[in-house]
T-cell receptor, first 112, second 112 residues
Framework: NAGVTQTPKFRILKIGQSMTLQCTQDMNHNYMYWYRQDPGMGLKLIYYSVGAGITDKGEVPNGYNVSRSTTEDFPLRLELAAPSQTSVYFC???????????FGPGTRLTVL | GDSVTQMEGPVTLSEEAFLTINCTYTATGYPSLFWYVQYPGEGLQLLLKATKADDKGSNKGFEATYRKETTSFHLEKGSVQVSDSAVYFCALSDRGYSTLTFGKGTMLLVSP
């Protein structure tokens, strides 16, 4: 996974709760991404960042927020959890000089 | 917009059988194409890639050729092993900042 770490691995939330999914890489990657994976649906891009202080929406940003205050960290925030956000969340990054993404191990989130 | 279509699974094969997983794409530009593999309970790993027409990506006995005329990137392996059982995702990168568009994934089950 080229050194992309995600925490937590699992989490159960109640409807309306908030939480932050953490993603960190210590290899000075500029490009970082958040995806969600739903069964039988592939991965959908939520947000991405091309460097510290720069973020942009992907295909399915509603209900999520991100920040990129440092190159290393790219946290994903859920403010008011909903059952539709039950999914597996993957963070990814691209090493300098490459064009392929390397993925973290994922966070499995259940909203009840 | 961009899209990726993969054959639906599961694909069930006996060990040493020949594997083909079909992938076709729609893109406005000249995308890079990727195959990722996801083993049970893990994140995605890059399997192979191709960045221009007629390129062949290969890794671990898997191959795929970038066919611009048929907009395809089919994954093949001459002799599958039980350890190849996983979900395989075809993806393309066409838009800026190397964002990925994924197919829905194809599950491969190999029996001894």
């Amino acid at each position: 996974n080229a050194g992309v770490t995600q925490t937590p691995k699992f989490r159960i939330l109640k409807i309306g709760q908030s939480m932050t999914l953490q993603c960190t890489q210590d290899m000075n990657h500029n490009y970082m991404y958040w995806y969600r994976q739903d069964p039988g649906m592939g991965l959908k891009l939520i947000y991405y960042s091309v460097g510290a202080g720069i973020t942009d929406k992907g295909e399915v940003p509603n209900g999520y927020n991100v920040s990129r205050s440092t190159t290393e960290d790219f946290p994903l925030r859920l403010e008011l959890a909903a059952p539709s956000q039950t999914s597996v969340y993957f963070c990814a990054s691209i090493p300098p000089g490459r064009n392929e993404q390397f993925f973290g191990p994922g966070t499995r989130l259940t909203v009840l | 917009g961009d899209s990726v279509t993969q054959m639906e699974g599961p694909v069930t094969l006996s060990e040493e059988a020949f594997l083909t997983i079909n992938c076709t794409y729609t893109a406005t530009g000249y995308p890079s194409l990727f195959w990722y593999v996801q083993y049970p309970g893990e994140g995605l790993q890059l399997l192979l890639k191709a960045t221009k027409a007629d390129d062949k990506g290969s890794n671990k006995g898997f191959e795929a050729t970038y066919r611009k005329e048929t907009t395809s990137f089919h994954l093949e392996k001459g002799s599958v092993q039980v350890s190849d059982s996983a979900v395989y995702f075809c993806a393309l990168s066409d838009r800026g900042y190397s964002t990925l568009t994924f197919g829905k994934g194809t599950m491969l089950l190999v029996s001894p």
